[in-house]
Each structure stands twice: as C-alpha cells, then as structure tokens.
C-alpha cells in the first residue's frame, strides 16, 4: 500500500507515520509525508498512491481545497482534523473517513480496516461523487446515477439524464463509500435497491434486474439469495 500523509507539523506527521507503520506493517510499500498544499499536489502528479491521510489546515490554508480535488481521484482520503465541524461536509464528498484530533492508534486502525467495508458506516456515506475533467471539478449528486458499471480500473457512472461519465475509482474502492442501499449485483454493477423494479428469471442460470428506469442489468446467480433476503 502506498501512502501520502499531508500535514504541516512535521512532527505530528512523523507520529502519524508511526502509527501507520505499526499497523500496516509488511502491507506497506511507501509512506511519505509532505507539509504543505503546493507540494502534497506536485507529489500527487508524479506518484501514484492508494491512501491519502490530509489535514485540513495547513499553513493556514484549506485542505478542503484540495479534497475536492483528490476525492475525484483513485486513490481513498482519510482526513485527520481538528476541524471537525467539517466532518459531514467532508464525508459527503466521498472521503473514505474522518479522524478528529486527538487521534489515536485505534482511531487509524479502523479507518484502514474500511477499505475492506462492503458499505459506508451509516450517516458516513457519499452524496456526491466529484468528477475530474480536464481542469475542471464536476460534482454529481448520487441520486442522479441510475447505477455503475465497471470499467476495468474506472467505474462509468450511468446519469439520469443519459449521459456517461467516467469516474477514476474502481468499483471496489465506490463499495465503501456507498450508503447500504446499494448492492453489487454483478461483479461489474452496482445499483440503488430502490431504483430496481423487479428481477427477471431468465432461464439456465441467468437473471437480469429491471430498474424503474427501464434499463435491464445482469445478476450474477450468486447474488439472487442476498437480493430476494432484502425483499426484491
């Protein structure tokens, strides 16, 4: 796991390092710390990383800046902030989690074991997923993505509207942002369980879902038990 850790008191960062270390251990295969906004950004051109842990302010500028443009990216943020009346802000566009300061060891040890949750702890979910174009941030609500489709490394994200947009998280890495009402369907769907209308028997082991919109996805066999348990 590569890790970038961005906070302006060089020795908070190094006690935050250390904690990471004596948690991850062996699943580690860089961690680096940069102190200021400008630098963490030029590290993040260059490098590529799976988990970002940000402050908030930092030398007295706002980390939240630099959020909006990270959470479009693929890897998961983790804020660690005293800044807490941000938290729902800061969750609801798409942050993986929210640490307050003062942190702890098992504060960053749950946070680290929900990049294998199958959902978003509840009132910790997105509302928003922000899309990098170009230079420009689009944020899209989630309630107007009909569903997601995978795309190798990226996810497509299917609009109310008919428009395609590409997203630069994986399927598994949306899983754990989502609230519980989405469900992965097939290993290449995701879909809202309210938008779904009904399940089609389609013969020889296959099923399809019909969403209210009228698009039809496929079902993976294995998923039938899990969808009917939640009455669809």
Same mark, same amino acid.
């Given at each position: 796991?590569?890790? &970038?850790?961005?906070?302006?008191?060089?020795? =908070?960062?190094?006690?935050?390092?250390?904690?990471?270390?004596?948690?991850?251990?062996?699943?580690? =295969?860089?961690?680096?710390? %940069?102190? =200021? &906004?400008?630098?963490?950004?030029? @590290?993040?051109?260059?490098?590529?990383?799976?988990?970002?842990?940000?402050?908030?302010?930092?030398?007295? #500028?706002?980390?939240?800046? &630099?959020? #909006?443009?990270?959470? !479009?990216?693929?890897?998961? =943020?983790?804020?660690?902030?005293?800044?807490?009346?941000?938290?729902?802000?800061?969750?609801?566009?798409?942050?993986?989690?929210?640490?307050?300061?003062? @942190?702890?060891?098992?504060?960053?040890?749950?946070?680290?074991?929900?990049?294998?949750?199958?959902?978003?702890?509840?009132?910790?979910?997105?509302?928003?997923? !922000?899309?990098?174009?170009?230079?420009?941030?689009?944020?899209?609500?989630?309630? %107007?993505?009909?569903?997601?489709?995978?795309?190798?490394?990226?996810?497509?994200? @299917?609009?109310? $509207?008919?428009?395609?947009?590409? @997203?630069?998280? !994986?399927?598994?890495?949306?899983?754990?942002?989502?609230?519980?009402?989405?469900?992965?369907?097939? #290993?290449?769907?995701?879909?809202?369980?309210?938008?779904?209308? !009904?399940?089609?028997? &389609?013969?020889?082991?296959?099923?399809?879902?019909?969403?209210?919109?009228?698009?039809?996805?496929?079902?993976?066999? $294995?998923?039938?038990?899990?969808?009917?348990?939640?009455?669809?």
């Amino acid at each position: 796991m590569r890790i &970038l850790i961005v906070e302006d008191e060089r020795p =908070t960062a190094e006690d935050i390092k250390f904690l990471v270390e004596e948690i991850l251990q062996k699943e580690i =295969t860089s961690i680096h710390i %940069e102190v =200021t &906004l400008d630098s963490a950004l030029i @590290y993040l051109k260059e490098k590529p990383i799976d988990v970002l842990l940000l402050d908030l302010n930092l030398n007295s #500028k706002d980390g939240f800046q &630099l959020l #909006k443009q990270v959470v !479009s990216q693929s890897f998961h =943020t983790i804020v660690i902030s005293a800044n807490i009346n941000r938290a729902i802000e800061a969750f609801e566009y798409g942050v993986l989690d929210f640490i307050p300061k003062p @942190y702890n060891i098992e504060r960053l040890k749950a946070a680290f074991q929900r990049l294998k949750s199958s959902h978003a702890l509840d009132g910790h979910s997105i509302k928003y997923l !922000s899309v990098k174009k170009g230079f420009e941030i689009k944020v899209i609500p989630l309630e %107007e993505i009909k569903y997601f489709k995978s795309a190798n490394i990226y996810t497509e994200l @299917y609009l109310k $509207n008919d428009q395609t947009i590409i @997203y630069d998280k !994986s399927i598994k890495q949306i899983i754990p942002l989502l609230p519980s009402n989405y469900y992965r369907i097939h #290993k290449s769907f995701i879909v809202d369980r309210n938008n779904v209308e !009904s399940i089609q028997i &389609l013969g020889g082991g296959k099923y399809r879902a019909i969403l209210k919109s009228g698009d039809c996805l496929p079902v993976s066999r $294995n998923k039938i038990n899990m969808l009917k348990s939640i009455g669809i």
